[in-house]
């Protein structure tokens, strides 16, 4: 499944300053991560959002929000925004709350290369 570059290039503008924002393909798709942790992503048209718990219950409530599913089974502080919940200032709005709160989790350390890598 292709995702729409369009958005993922918006995403990349909002975090244009965050020195410490990587992209990665995964889900298809490409996730914008934060010091090892995603905080948004892009699968399909969607905008995949990880947000606390409590934070995730809430944005439910709103328009073109909904529970990831992904694998079939909702994840937790996960949810998609559909195309028609992102424009004007919506989309920086979820990808600031998504970086502000990976920014209160412990830094991942990297993975040490196994010997046949």
Same mark, same amino acid.
């Given at each position: 499944?292709?995702?729409? %570059?369009?958005?993922? @290039?918006?995403?990349?503008?909002? #975090?244009?300053?965050?020195?410490? $924002?990587?992209?990665?393909?995964? #889900?298809?798709?490409?996730?914008? $991560?934060? &010091? ?8 399909? &048209? ?10 995730? @219950? ?9 529970? $990831? &599913? #992904? ?20 989309? %920086? ?6 970086? &502000? #709160?990976?920014?209160?989790? !412990?830094?991942?350390? !990297? ?5 046949? @890598?």
């Amino acid at each position: 499944m292709a995702y729409d %570059e369009a958005l993922a @290039e918006r995403i990349a503008a909002v #975090f244009f300053d965050e020195p410490e $924002m990587t992209s990665k393909k995964m #889900f298809g798709g490409i996730a914008f $991560m934060v &010091d090892g942790h995603m905080a948004v992503g892009v699968v399909g &048209d969607d905008l995949l959002v990880r947000l606390s718990p409590d934070e995730a @219950e809430q944005a439910l409530k709103r328009k073109h929000v909904r529970q $990831m &599913d #992904f694998t079939g089974r909702p994840m937790k502080g996960y949810v998609y925004v559909a195309a028609a919940g992102l424009r004007g200032k919506a989309l %920086e709005m979820w990808v600031r709350t998504a970086r &502000d #709160f990976v920014a209160t989790l !412990p830094r991942k350390v !990297p993975k040490r290369p196994r010997a046949s @890598e």
